[in-house]
């Protein structure tokens, strides 16, 4: 089955760096589109980044600049994600679609003031 775990989430200053990361099983990964969302508390989940097999990108206005979406070769998708702000606090799911969409657990981004 379609498995997808994400890790890296955590607490960090306002400027602050973190790295998520999602390991990807039981699709071609290399030609399954990718998604980081999030979404923060009383609010909907939004897209943050997406990136496809072809390696082309896309991302939210809000994070333009700060977050960079990118994948190895193998299974794993990655959010780097610079110069953190509070808004930014949110769970971060990856995502992906085979016949159905599939979601990772979450993983939790927490920016201090």
């Known amino acids: 089955q379609v498995q997808l775990v994400e890790s890296g989430g955590g607490l960090v200053q306002t400027g602050g760096s973190l790295r998520l990361s999602c390991a990807v099983s039981?699709?071609?990964?290399?030609?399954?589109?990718m998604n980081w969302y999030r979404q923060a508390p009383g609010k909907e989940r939004e897209l943050v980044a997406g990136i496809t097999g072809g390696g082309t990108t896309n991302y939210a206005d809000s994070v333009k600049g700060r977050f960079t979406i990118s994948r190895d070769g193998k299974n794993t998708v990655y959010l780097q994600m610079n110069s953190l702000k509070p808004e930014d606090t949110a769970v971060y799911y990856c995502?992906?679609?085979?016949?159905?969409?599939?979601w990772g657990q979450g993983t939790q981004v927490t920016v201090s003031s």
């Open positions: 995502n992906t679609y085979f016949r159905t969409p599939y």
């Open positions: 039981g699709i071609n990964f290399r030609l399954a589109a």
